[in-house]
Protein backbone atom coordinates (compact mmCIF):
# COMPACT_ATOMS: atom_id res chain seq x y z
CA UNK A 1 0.00 0.00 0.00
CA UNK A 2 3.12 2.58 0.95
CA UNK A 3 4.38 1.10 -2.51
CA UNK A 4 1.50 2.20 -4.36
CA UNK A 5 0.89 5.73 -2.83
CA UNK A 6 4.50 6.90 -3.36
CA UNK A 7 4.17 5.86 -6.65
CA UNK A 8 0.94 8.01 -7.13
CA UNK A 9 3.02 10.57 -5.14
CA UNK A 10 5.94 10.74 -7.70
CA UNK A 11 3.46 10.32 -10.54
CA UNK A 12 1.66 13.91 -8.95
CA UNK A 13 5.12 15.20 -8.67
CA UNK A 14 6.04 14.53 -12.33
CA UNK A 15 3.16 16.08 -13.71
CA UNK A 16 3.21 19.24 -11.44
CA UNK A 17 7.26 19.53 -11.86
CA UNK A 18 7.16 19.12 -15.83
CA UNK A 19 3.70 21.07 -16.55
CA UNK A 20 5.01 22.75 -20.15
CA UNK A 21 4.16 26.17 -20.66
CA UNK A 22 5.00 25.84 -25.05
CA UNK A 23 4.40 23.40 -28.09
CA UNK A 24 6.25 23.16 -30.80
CA UNK A 25 3.88 23.06 -33.75
CA UNK A 26 6.30 20.73 -36.82
CA UNK A 27 4.03 21.45 -39.57
CA UNK A 28 5.05 20.42 -43.39
CA UNK A 29 8.85 19.52 -42.16
CA UNK A 30 9.23 17.77 -44.73
CA UNK A 31 8.25 20.10 -47.96
CA UNK A 32 11.56 22.01 -47.00
CA UNK A 33 12.57 21.93 -50.40
CA UNK A 34 9.71 23.46 -51.82
CA UNK A 35 8.72 25.95 -48.63
CA UNK A 36 9.12 29.33 -50.70
CA UNK A 37 6.93 28.35 -53.48
CA UNK A 38 4.83 26.82 -51.02
CA UNK A 39 4.66 30.01 -48.83
CA UNK A 40 4.21 32.02 -51.40
CA UNK A 41 1.23 30.21 -52.63
CA UNK A 42 -0.80 29.80 -48.92
CA UNK A 43 0.18 33.83 -49.12
CA UNK A 44 -2.05 34.31 -52.31
CA UNK A 45 -5.06 32.14 -51.29
CA UNK A 46 -4.68 34.04 -47.42
CA UNK A 47 -4.91 37.02 -49.64
CA UNK A 48 -7.93 36.02 -52.37
CA UNK A 49 -10.15 34.14 -49.00
CA UNK A 50 -9.62 37.55 -47.02
CA UNK A 51 -10.68 39.64 -50.03
CA UNK A 52 -13.39 37.27 -51.46
CA UNK A 53 -14.93 37.18 -48.00
CA UNK A 54 -14.16 40.65 -47.31
CA UNK A 55 -16.00 41.11 -50.92
CA UNK A 56 -18.97 39.11 -50.08
CA UNK A 57 -19.95 41.14 -47.27
CA UNK A 58 -19.31 44.56 -48.58
CA UNK A 59 -21.49 43.76 -51.54
CA UNK A 60 -24.47 42.73 -49.01
CA UNK A 61 -24.32 46.03 -47.61
CA UNK A 62 -24.07 48.13 -50.17
CA UNK A 63 -26.10 46.67 -52.77
CA UNK A 64 -30.32 46.15 -52.26
CA UNK A 65 -30.46 43.38 -54.80
CA UNK A 66 -29.07 41.21 -52.12
CA UNK A 67 -30.76 42.28 -49.19
CA UNK A 68 -32.61 38.87 -48.72
CA UNK A 69 -32.07 36.15 -46.14
CA UNK A 70 -30.37 33.89 -47.95
CA UNK A 71 -27.30 36.93 -48.59
CA UNK A 72 -27.46 37.70 -45.23
CA UNK A 73 -26.54 34.14 -43.91
CA UNK A 74 -23.99 34.07 -46.73
CA UNK A 75 -21.96 36.88 -45.69
CA UNK A 76 -22.09 35.24 -42.00
CA UNK A 77 -20.55 32.36 -43.65
CA UNK A 78 -17.77 34.71 -45.24
CA UNK A 79 -17.24 35.52 -41.76
CA UNK A 80 -17.07 32.61 -40.20
CA UNK A 81 -14.37 31.59 -43.07
CA UNK A 82 -11.89 35.16 -42.63
CA UNK A 83 -12.12 33.48 -38.59
CA UNK A 84 -10.95 30.79 -39.36
CA UNK A 85 -8.60 31.39 -41.80
CA UNK A 86 -6.64 34.18 -40.13
CA UNK A 87 -7.16 31.99 -36.64
CA UNK A 88 -4.77 28.42 -38.91
CA UNK A 89 -3.05 30.68 -41.80
CA UNK A 90 -0.60 32.57 -40.01
CA UNK A 91 0.60 29.87 -37.98
CA UNK A 92 1.14 27.62 -40.96
CA UNK A 93 2.75 30.41 -42.52
CA UNK A 94 5.49 30.34 -39.58
CA UNK A 95 5.68 26.69 -39.76
CA UNK A 96 6.69 26.53 -43.51
CA UNK A 97 8.78 29.42 -43.69
CA UNK A 98 10.64 28.07 -40.39
CA UNK A 99 10.50 24.41 -40.96
CA UNK A 100 8.33 24.92 -37.69
CA UNK A 101 6.79 27.23 -35.16
CA UNK A 102 7.04 27.76 -31.35
CA UNK A 103 3.63 29.02 -29.57
CA UNK A 104 2.84 29.24 -25.68
CA UNK A 105 0.23 26.48 -24.46
CA UNK A 106 -2.18 28.96 -23.67
CA UNK A 107 -1.63 30.54 -27.37
CA UNK A 108 -2.00 26.50 -28.70
CA UNK A 109 -5.62 25.96 -26.77
CA UNK A 110 -6.65 29.82 -27.66
CA UNK A 111 -6.09 29.15 -31.16
CA UNK A 112 -7.97 25.43 -30.97
CA UNK A 113 -10.74 27.54 -29.20
CA UNK A 114 -11.35 29.82 -32.53
CA UNK A 115 -11.15 27.33 -34.37
CA UNK A 116 -13.81 25.50 -32.74
CA UNK A 117 -16.12 28.35 -32.66
CA UNK A 118 -16.01 28.55 -36.45
CA UNK A 119 -16.19 25.16 -37.53
CA UNK A 120 -19.29 25.10 -34.87
CA UNK A 121 -21.02 28.05 -36.09
CA UNK A 122 -20.63 27.06 -39.88
CA UNK A 123 -22.38 23.89 -39.09
CA UNK A 124 -25.34 25.63 -37.51
CA UNK A 125 -25.45 28.40 -40.33
CA UNK A 126 -25.30 25.60 -43.29
CA UNK A 127 -28.46 24.03 -41.83
CA UNK A 128 -30.31 26.94 -41.17
CA UNK A 129 -29.69 27.90 -44.80
CA UNK A 130 -30.61 24.58 -45.96
CA UNK A 131 -34.13 25.37 -43.93
CA UNK A 132 -34.18 28.77 -46.15
CA UNK A 133 -33.61 26.84 -49.48
CA UNK A 134 -36.52 24.27 -48.27
CA UNK A 135 -39.08 27.23 -47.64
CA UNK A 136 -38.29 29.15 -50.61
CA UNK A 137 -38.65 25.94 -52.88
CA UNK A 138 -41.14 23.41 -50.88
CA UNK A 139 -43.22 26.32 -49.07
CA UNK A 140 -42.89 29.57 -50.71
CA UNK A 141 -45.98 31.02 -49.67
CA UNK A 142 -45.14 30.67 -46.08
CA UNK A 143 -41.26 32.11 -47.11
CA UNK A 144 -41.90 35.71 -46.09
CA UNK A 145 -43.74 34.90 -43.13
CA UNK A 146 -41.29 33.13 -41.48
CA UNK A 147 -37.98 34.00 -43.15
CA UNK A 148 -38.34 37.68 -42.16
CA UNK A 149 -35.32 39.95 -40.38
CA UNK A 150 -36.26 39.07 -36.88
CA UNK A 151 -36.01 35.45 -37.38
CA UNK A 152 -32.36 35.87 -39.40
CA UNK A 153 -31.06 38.31 -36.69
CA UNK A 154 -32.27 35.81 -34.07
CA UNK A 155 -31.14 32.96 -35.67
CA UNK A 156 -27.50 34.02 -36.35
CA UNK A 157 -27.38 35.45 -32.89
CA UNK A 158 -27.80 31.58 -31.06
CA UNK A 159 -25.56 30.31 -33.42
CA UNK A 160 -22.73 32.74 -32.65
CA UNK A 161 -23.55 32.17 -28.86
CA UNK A 162 -23.49 28.50 -29.68
CA UNK A 163 -20.30 29.18 -31.05
CA UNK A 164 -18.97 30.94 -28.16
CA UNK A 165 -20.63 28.45 -25.81
CA UNK A 166 -18.85 25.80 -27.65
CA UNK A 167 -15.70 28.05 -27.14
CA UNK A 168 -15.91 28.30 -23.48
CA UNK A 169 -16.73 24.75 -22.69
CA UNK A 170 -13.05 23.71 -24.51
CA UNK A 171 -11.00 26.43 -23.09
CA UNK A 172 -12.33 25.77 -19.55
CA UNK A 173 -11.75 22.00 -20.14
CA UNK A 174 -8.46 22.14 -21.94
CA UNK A 175 -7.28 24.79 -19.35
CA UNK A 176 -8.01 22.37 -16.53
CA UNK A 177 -5.73 19.74 -17.82
CA UNK A 178 -1.94 19.27 -16.58
CA UNK A 179 0.45 19.30 -19.33
CA UNK A 180 3.92 17.12 -19.29
CA UNK A 181 5.01 16.55 -23.05
CA UNK A 182 6.10 15.84 -25.40
CA UNK A 183 5.70 19.64 -26.33
CA UNK A 184 5.69 18.76 -29.76
CA UNK A 185 2.59 18.56 -32.09
CA UNK A 186 3.44 17.04 -35.42
CA UNK A 187 0.70 19.28 -36.71
CA UNK A 188 0.75 22.86 -38.35
CA UNK A 189 -2.08 24.00 -35.97
CA UNK A 190 -3.20 22.97 -32.57
CA UNK A 191 -6.08 20.26 -33.05
CA UNK A 192 -7.87 18.63 -30.44
CA UNK A 193 -6.02 15.31 -30.65
CA UNK A 194 -2.39 16.60 -30.21
CA UNK A 195 -3.63 18.88 -27.78
CA UNK A 196 -4.77 16.13 -25.52
CA UNK A 197 -2.04 14.03 -26.07
CA UNK A 198 0.63 16.40 -24.05
CA UNK A 199 -1.53 15.97 -21.40
CA UNK A 200 -0.97 13.86 -18.26
CA UNK A 201 -4.05 13.98 -16.94
CA UNK A 202 -7.17 12.21 -17.45
CA UNK A 203 -8.93 13.34 -20.81
CA UNK A 204 -12.25 11.07 -20.98
CA UNK A 205 -14.22 13.82 -19.60
CA UNK A 206 -13.20 15.90 -22.69
CA UNK A 207 -13.57 12.58 -25.18
CA UNK A 208 -17.38 12.44 -23.94
CA UNK A 209 -17.57 15.52 -24.04
CA UNK A 210 -16.17 15.59 -27.59
CA UNK A 211 -19.23 13.29 -28.93
CA UNK A 212 -21.71 15.30 -27.14
CA UNK A 213 -21.04 18.53 -28.71
CA UNK A 214 -20.80 16.51 -32.21
CA UNK A 215 -23.78 15.18 -31.79
CA UNK A 216 -25.51 18.56 -31.28
CA UNK A 217 -22.93 20.85 -33.37
CA UNK A 218 -22.38 18.78 -36.30
CA UNK A 219 -24.50 15.29 -36.59
CA UNK A 220 -27.86 17.43 -35.76
CA UNK A 221 -27.63 20.03 -38.56
CA UNK A 222 -26.60 17.32 -40.69
CA UNK A 223 -29.61 15.88 -40.65
CA UNK A 224 -31.30 18.86 -40.91
CA UNK A 225 -29.61 19.32 -44.06
CA UNK A 226 -30.41 16.17 -45.66
CA UNK A 227 -33.99 16.16 -44.71
CA UNK A 228 -34.00 19.28 -45.82
CA UNK A 229 -32.72 18.76 -49.55
CA UNK A 230 -34.73 15.25 -49.92
CA UNK A 231 -37.80 17.30 -49.66
CA UNK A 232 -36.39 19.74 -52.15
CA UNK A 233 -35.35 16.74 -54.32
CA UNK A 234 -38.93 15.42 -54.00
CA UNK A 235 -40.76 18.78 -55.02
CA UNK A 236 -38.42 19.60 -58.10
CA UNK A 237 -38.90 16.29 -59.85
CA UNK A 238 -42.53 17.34 -59.36
CA UNK A 239 -42.22 20.33 -61.33
CA UNK A 240 -43.54 19.65 -64.98
CA UNK A 241 -41.01 21.77 -67.01
CA UNK A 242 -37.60 21.16 -67.10
CA UNK A 243 -36.78 24.88 -67.67
CA UNK A 244 -38.98 25.07 -64.01
CA UNK A 245 -36.79 22.37 -62.78
CA UNK A 246 -33.02 23.73 -63.54
CA UNK A 247 -34.56 27.33 -62.19
CA UNK A 248 -35.22 25.61 -58.44
CA UNK A 249 -32.07 23.49 -58.74
CA UNK A 250 -30.23 26.26 -59.69
CA UNK A 251 -31.50 28.17 -56.40
CA UNK A 252 -29.64 25.98 -54.02
CA UNK A 253 -26.77 24.44 -55.85
CA UNK A 254 -24.17 26.58 -54.62
CA UNK A 255 -25.33 25.93 -50.91
CA UNK A 256 -25.21 22.13 -52.03
CA UNK A 257 -21.52 22.41 -53.15
CA UNK A 258 -20.81 24.30 -50.08
CA UNK A 259 -22.28 21.78 -47.86
CA UNK A 260 -20.83 19.12 -49.54
CA UNK A 261 -17.14 20.51 -49.45
CA UNK A 262 -17.25 21.20 -45.72
CA UNK A 263 -18.48 17.96 -44.27
CA UNK A 264 -17.23 15.90 -46.82
CA UNK A 265 -13.82 16.90 -45.70
CA UNK A 266 -14.83 16.93 -41.94
CA UNK A 267 -16.31 13.53 -41.70
CA UNK A 268 -12.76 12.25 -43.76
CA UNK A 269 -10.60 14.06 -41.57
CA UNK A 270 -12.75 12.98 -37.86
CA UNK A 271 -15.02 10.13 -38.74
CA UNK A 272 -12.82 8.05 -40.67
CA UNK A 273 -10.04 5.69 -38.79
CA UNK A 274 -6.92 7.75 -38.22
CA UNK A 275 -4.66 4.49 -37.71
CA UNK A 276 -4.44 3.65 -41.26
CA UNK A 277 -3.88 6.78 -42.56
CA UNK A 278 -0.17 8.75 -42.83
CA UNK A 279 0.71 12.03 -40.91
CA UNK A 280 1.08 14.20 -44.00
CA UNK A 281 -2.34 12.69 -45.72
CA UNK A 282 -3.87 13.89 -42.44
CA UNK A 283 -2.34 17.43 -42.92
CA UNK A 284 -3.48 17.86 -46.29
CA UNK A 285 -7.33 16.93 -45.35
CA UNK A 286 -6.80 19.44 -42.70
CA UNK A 287 -5.42 21.74 -44.95
CA UNK A 288 -8.31 21.21 -47.32
CA UNK A 289 -10.96 22.52 -45.03
CA UNK A 290 -8.76 25.34 -42.82
CA UNK A 291 -7.42 26.97 -45.94
CA UNK A 292 -8.53 25.55 -49.39
CA UNK A 293 -12.75 25.72 -48.67
CA UNK A 294 -12.87 29.55 -46.87
CA UNK A 295 -11.45 30.10 -50.38
CA UNK A 296 -13.48 28.43 -52.75
CA UNK A 297 -16.98 29.53 -51.29
CA UNK A 298 -16.69 32.91 -52.04
CA UNK A 299 -15.90 31.68 -55.73
CA UNK A 300 -18.14 29.45 -55.73
CA UNK A 301 -21.30 31.82 -54.60
CA UNK A 302 -19.98 34.52 -56.75
CA UNK A 303 -18.88 32.92 -59.77
CA UNK A 304 -22.59 31.48 -59.78
CA UNK A 305 -24.88 34.00 -58.70
CA UNK A 306 -26.24 36.40 -60.77
CA UNK A 307 -26.87 38.77 -58.50
CA UNK A 308 -23.36 38.96 -56.81
CA UNK A 309 -21.85 39.41 -60.40
CA UNK A 310 -24.52 42.13 -61.36
CA UNK A 311 -24.12 43.94 -57.84
CA UNK A 312 -20.30 43.19 -58.19
CA UNK A 313 -20.51 45.02 -61.89
CA UNK A 314 -22.43 47.80 -60.03
CA UNK A 315 -19.99 48.48 -57.43
CA UNK A 316 -17.50 48.56 -60.08
CA UNK A 317 -18.97 51.74 -61.91
CA UNK A 318 -19.80 53.88 -58.41
Same mark, same amino acid.
Given at each position: ??????????????I !??????????L????L????I???????????? %?????? !?????Y?V?? %?????????I?Q?????????T????????T???? @?????????I??????V???????L????????R?L?????????? /??N?????????????? @?????? /?Y? /????????? @???????????????????????L????? %?????V????S?? /???V?????????????????????????????????SL??G????????P???QS?I?S??????YT??T?L??P???????????E????L???
Amino acid at each position: MDTIMEILQEKAEAI !LTNNITSVNLLGFSNLQSFKILFFSLLVIVYCA %TVSGNL !LIMTLYLVSK %TLQSPMYFFITQLSLCDILLTTDIVPTLLSTVLYG @GSTMTLTGCIIQFSFFVTSESSECLLLSVMSYDRYLAICNPLRYNS /IMNLKFCVMSVNIIWLV @GFIVML /IYA /ISLFRLYYC @GPHVVDHFYCDLIPILQLSCSDTLIIHNQ %TLIIGVINVFSPF /IIIVMSYVYIVITILKIPSNIGRHKAFSTCSSHLIVVSLFYGTLIIVYMFPTEGQSLILSKILSLMYTVVTPLLNPIIYTLRNKDFKEAFHRLKLV
